[in-house]
């Protein structure tokens, strides 16, 4: 089987990679790369940070984009004797839509992740940034690294209302609308998917009860046999966890009136279709 793993970033995906990785015959990158913990392992398939922002782009050239990426999974699976071959990245949100129609027996995973907890996540006060995936404040200096992940981060198309105030915006509103239309993307790109194909997977939940959770992803994904033990030690430990010292933010419940609003200004129709409730004075 083929399969892909989608979210915001900051949701559980490295995680997800290294439990999958776990089981036999099976294979999950991420972000291109087999991931040993928090570390990067082998390059397997080309990392698609730059096509994630063109595909954003031209929706019409999302199909040719992913095809030439990613068109040899089902030949480099069987090469590698795999029964399960996936990669999982905040990159496939702008060709989820497409995959189905290049990999017609494929599946996906998608990963929420509360809005306020991902800006949280995203805004940082340390740099540079060892887990960059949001918007930096403007005047951080940042690393080549960094400088290479934000040209494929999305930013608003000339037709969104948000374009024309994008110069001015902050990290932190930067970040409420790099959220909220990620998950649009997502919401709209899963009407392309049977009901069978997709898998819905809440970051809190994973959190919560990891275990039960990945008990879930694996009947889905078809893995046979016991949860192996080795996943045992992987469960237990956080990955990819940021350090407390480097949020620029308080928890959500904290957040000041006016942040809230921006938030829901911002992001609160979307957060109404995941079904999250706003936290903070206006909740």
């Known amino acids: 089987m083929i399969f892909f793993g989608v979210g915001t970033g900051r949701c559980g995906t490295m995680f997800l990679s290294n439990l999958i990785n776990m089981e036999a015959k099976s294979l999950c990158l991420h972000e291109g790369y087999v991931r040993h913990l928090e570390t990067k392992g082998s390059q397997i398939l080309p990392p698609m940070i730059l096509q994630n922002h063109h595909a954003y782009q031209s929706k019409a050239e999302s199909k040719v984009i992913f095809q030439r990426m990613r068109g040899q999974m089902v030949e480099q699976r069987d090469s590698l004797n795999l029964r399960l071959f996936g990669d999982v990245g905040y990159y496939y949100i702008p060709f989820l839509h497409i995959i189905p129609k290049v990999f017609p027996q494929s599946r996906a995973i998608v990963m929420f992740r509360h809005g306020q907890d991902f800006v949280r996540s995203a805004c940082v006060n340390a740099h540079p940034d060892p887990l960059p995936i949001g918007w930096p404040e403007k005047d951080a200096q940042l690393t080549p690294i960094e400088r290479f992940i934000g040209l494929g981060r999305l930013r608003p198309l000339a037709s969104d209302a948000v374009a024309g105030q994008w110069p001015r915006l902050s990290s932190f509103e930067r970040n409420c609308w790099l959220w909220a239309e990620s998950n649009r993307l997502i919401l709209d790109a899963i009407r392309h998917w049977s009901r069978h194909s997709i898998l819905f997977v809440r970051f809190e939940e994973l959190i919560a009860d990891p275990v039960l959770e990945y008990r879930r992803i694996r009947e889905f994904l078809g893995a046979e046999g016991r949860l192996p033990k080795e996943i045992k ?45 706003l936290q903070g004075p206006a909740s």
């Open 233 to 277: 030690r992987i469960l237990s430990r956080p990955i990819n966890r940021r350090p407390l010292a480097s949020y620029a933010l308080p928890p959500p419940r904290d957040w000041s009136l006016p942040q809230v609003k921006i938030f829901a200004n911002m992001a609160g129709e979307t957060m109404e279709a995941l079904g999250y409730e």
